[in-house]
């Protein structure tokens, strides 16, 4: 099970990460292996756009840990895509947060067709809403085209305790809670 590392602002781009354990350490920042098999019990996280709420999705595994990263598998992060439009000159991505659409991102149109966007790490159990606008040459906005996202990480798996039978042959599977 990964370990919990102690999260600490660092000015408005940074966040500091601290913890302890059995090294080697692997980091996981937002769903990318970071640090691989190092000894260092701290990582601070840089973003260029001061966009740390929410903080970055940071999990440590270490020497002891038989299972892989979640964030290997499940990434806190939303991607999705969209078909560029004629008469677009670039693309605005905006999140809604608190009450208000966010600009926070600006793709080009550059005729590839197809545009996509991997968000920062969002917040489990919550719903993620983004829109993609449409500026033209002028700087006329088109439709927004609006998407939703569920986000939803891996539950952790159950406490259970094991016991057999020899007599019977019976596995029996309990709640260890």
């Known amino acids: 099970m990964p370990l919990t590392p102690t ?8 966040v ?23 000894s260092l019990t701290t990582y601070t996280a840089q973003t260029t756009d001061g966009t740390t709420n929410p903080l970055p999705a940071v999990e440590i595994t270490d020497a002891t840990d038989t299972d892989t990263a ?3 598998h499940y990434s806190p992060c939303v991607r999705f ?9 670039y693309y605005q991505v905006q999140q809604y947060v608190d009450a208000e659409w966010t600009p926070i991102n600006m793709v080009k149109e550059n005729g590839a067709g197809y545009y996509s966007f991997e968000s920062s790490a969002q917040v489990d159990d919550t719903t ?9 040459a002028r700087g006329y906005a088109g439709l927004p085209l609006p998407i939703t ?14 016991s057999y039978s020899a007599g019977t042959g019976l596995l029996t599977v309990a709640d260890a809670s």
Not at 20 to 36: E, F, K, Q, R
Not at 149 to 162: D, F, G, L, R
């Open 7 to 14: 999260a600490t602002r660092i000015g408005s781009y940074s």
């Open 16 to 38: 500091k990460y601290d913890w302890s354990g059995t090294a080697p350490y692997d980091v996981w920042l937002n769903g990318v292996l970071v640090l691989n098999q190092t």
């Open 70 to 72: 979640e964030s290997k």
């Open 81 to 89: 895509q969209w078909r560029g439009q004629s008469d677009a000159s």
């Open 128 to 136: 993620a809403e983004f829109r993609v606008v449409p500026y033209d």
């Open 149 to 162: 996202h569920a986000v939803v990480c891996n539950p952790a798996p159950p406490a259970v305790a094991y």
